[in-house]
Nanobody, 129 residues
Framework: QVQPVESGGGSVQAGGSLRLSCAAS????????MGWFRQAPGKEREAVAI????????TYADSAKGRFTISQDNAKNTLYLQMNSLKPEDTAMYYC??????????????????????WGQGTQVTVSS
């Protein structure tokens, strides 16, 4: 049973930083797409950052570019999201998601939440002004 477990959320002031972690039990990275999504109250879930684990190629939402960095530690089977220069509009529940399908080297990961099979319970990020 694959179960992503997020941690690292919290409350920070605008301009602050947080580092989210996602430990995926029951799953070993190979050539997969993994990512961070977020959902604010009354809004749809959106992709924040996606990574192709085979070559570490990241994809960022426009809102995350230049501020967030997605990375992975294969040895620890853990996905990270470093978030800097946080803004109040970053306030949301953040979810780790895994697409267990194995892709070719030149694959491009989808940002559609429907493509991701395994989801964590989420970790809350609250940014105050």
């Amino acid at each position: 049973q694959v179960q992503p477990v997020e941690s690292g959320g919290g409350s920070v002031q605008a301009g602050g930083s947080l580092r989210l972690s996602c430990a995926a039990s029951g799953f070993t990275y190979s050539s997969n797409c993994m990512g961070w999504f977020r959902q604010a109250p009354g809004k749809e879930r959106e992709a924040v950052a996606i990574i192709f684990t085979r070559n570490n190629r990241p994809t960022y939402a426009d809102s995350a570019k230049g501020r967030f960095t997605i990375s992975q530690d294969n040895a620890k089977n853990t996905l990270y999201l470093q978030m800097n220069s946080l803004k109040p509009e970053d306030t949301a529940m953040y979810y780790c998601a895994i697409d267990p399908r194995v892709f070719n080297y030149d694959a491009h990961c989808s940002s559609a939440s429907s493509e991701y099979r395994y989801w964590g319970q989420g970790t809350q990020v609250t940014v105050s002004s």
